[in-house]
């Protein structure tokens, strides 16, 4: 499956946005999917996940409450709303695919990855 993600900018402390990611390619090789960030000089860190055919949602710690991970089976997208945004959420933001039931959080769980999208946070 090809991931293409769009969405990021630049946005105030307390804004929102919304990153979007839209699958092609052999879908049913996905059972879920995935929101990773990697913010600069640190490593990939787990956001959300959903799953393509339940609706299943998981999310990180750091963004409960905050972010809500959203998909439209049709249309083939993954979308993530982020409100009350800090500037710790700046951060490249990755969408993933997943064929796991299981182990969403896990950076080795995914076999596919979109480019990735900038968001920046900032006063």
């Known amino acids: 499956v090809q991931l293409q993600a769009s969405g990021g900018g630049l946005v105030q402390i307390g804004g929102s946005l919304r990153v979007s990611c839209e699958a092609s390619g052999r879908k049913p090789s996905s059972y879920a999917m995935g929101w990773f960030r990697q913010a600069p000089g640190k490593g990939r860190e787990f956001v959300a996940a959903?799953?393509?055919?339940?609706?299943?949602?998981r999310y990180a710690d750091s963004v409960w409450g905050r972010c809500t991970i959203s998909r439209d089976n049709a249309k083939k997208t993954v979308d993530l709303q982020m409100n009350s945004l800090k500037p710790e959420d700046t951060a490249v933001y990755y969408c993933?695919?997943?064929?796991?039931?299981?182990?969403?959080?896990?950076?080795?769980?995914?076999?596919?990855w979109g480019q990735g999208t900038q968001v920046t946070v900032s006063s």
């Open positions: 993933a695919s997943t064929p796991l039931h299981f182990q969403w959080s896990l950076e080795r769980s995914y076999n596919s």
């Open positions: 959903i799953s393509w055919s339940t609706g299943i949602t």
